[in-house]
């Protein structure tokens, strides 16, 4: 599969989006559908690395399924909002290699 940029992403969200008379969700309305999506992902990682297995009748979802879900929704709630997620991505390296840079134990190379 091919590797996209961040800033494909969001066109190719747009893109889709834009087909549809409704268009993006209010703000409000996409921030209750992300925390529903953190929820699912929560349950996923709870049957794969905690103590509750799954049941025979749940659906089979896969946490990797759910980041997906996430990504969509982050990128629908960027475009609503005109947020370039590069240049948010950017930010918030700049303030974790400058605010944090001494806050880890780096890796001896």
């Known amino acids: 599969m091919e590797e996209k940029s961040l800033a494909e992403l969001q066109r190719e969200v747009d893109r889709y989006i834009s087909q549809f008379k409704e268009g993006y969700f209010s703000p409000l309305a996409m921030l209750a559908r992300m925390s529903e999506e953190v929820g699912e992902l929560a349950r996923e990682v709870n049957h794969t690395y905690g103590e509750k297995p799954k049941k025979t009748t749940e659906d089979d979802n896969s946490i990797e399924y759910e ?22 991505h950017n930010k918030v390296m700049h303030k974790f290699s400058t605010r944090d840079a001494d806050r880890w134990t780096r890796i001896d190379t």
């Open 67 to 88: 980041l997906g879900d996430i990504l969509f929704i982050t990128i629908c709630f960027a475009n609503s909002l005109g947020i370039n997620l590069t240049e948010a």
